[in-house]
């Protein structure tokens, strides 16, 4: 509840003179008269130069030769004649850094940046779901039919109840799970925390905690939606 959440907000910082308080929201849905004192902005999309000069750095990071970089930023370009047929994706990354990142990564991995959305998010989750986690230990995954199948019920559920706790999360995978196969009560609990798990570990999701309230979530709310629609 927008008002309601907005109301506890201004009441706080009103209550708190000396603290200042920053609130981010996504500008679908978001209304300036919810917080009349606050003083709003908007962050601007990415500008031409500006995709560009991130997708370099991105590529100067795990490539040590300049020629290589130089040829895999070619989509990235301002004065590339190869933009035109991944001009919607790029568009998309321009509202959205973290999806400016995956683009490079799917470039990088040989993988065509198709100008679907659908098509482009199914092959953000693939690519996440292959690549290797090097700065942690991380256990034996289930399959990919079930990482794929648990994903897309735990979206289902987030979609159906916003700020949905971890416990009710993996009773969400589980439950599916087991209306999905010949899965037992307590091996679909387990794999259910496995499939958790592993997406957290590859940082499609994460667990947001308050005190002792764990609440799971998507890292960006259009895979979110992409897996629950699926």
Do not use: M
């Not at 959440?5 to 609130?23: M, Q």
């Not at 568009?91 to 959305?117: E, I, M, N, Y």
């Not at 690549?131 to 990919?144: C, G, H, M, T, W």
């Not at 416990?167 to 259910?192: F, K, P």
Request: charged share 20%.
């Amino acid at each position: 509840n927008r008002v309601l959440i907005a109301g506890y907000l201004r009441e706080w910082a009103l209550a708190n003179p000396k603290c200042g308080v920053v609130v981010t929201t996504r500008p679908v849905g978001h209304s300036a008269s919810l917080l009349p004192e606050f003083t709003q902005t908007e962050l601007l999309p990415l500008g031409e130069s500006d995709t560009e000069e991130i997708a370099r750095r991105l590529l100067s990071a795990v490539e040590s030769s300049g020629d290589k970089v130089q040829q895999l930023i070619q989509p990235f370009s301002v004065k590339s004649i190869q933009r035109q047929p991944t001009d919607s994706a790029i568009s998309l990354a321009k509202r959205s850094p973290l999806f400016l990142t995956f683009l490079v990564a799917l470039h990088r991995d040989g993988q065509s940046l198709s100008s679907r959305r659908s098509d482009l998010y199914a092959s953000i989750i693939k690519l996440i779901l292959k690549s290797p986690v090097n700065d942690r230990q991380v256990e034996q995954p289930p399959n990919a039919a079930l990482l794929q199948r648990g994903i897309d019920a735990l979206a289902w559920s987030l979609a159906n109840s916003l700020g949905l706790q971890r416990e009710a999360a993996l009773q969400a995978v589980a439950e599916s799970l087991r209306a999905q196969s010949d899965a037992s009560n307590l091996s679909a609990e387990e794999i259910s925390e496995r499939v958790l798990s592993f997406w957290e570990q590859h940082r499609l999701l994460e667990t947001l905690r308050l005190g002792i309230r764990e609440t799971v979530a998507f890292v960006h709310p259009s895979l979110a939606e992409f897996c629950s629609a699926r």
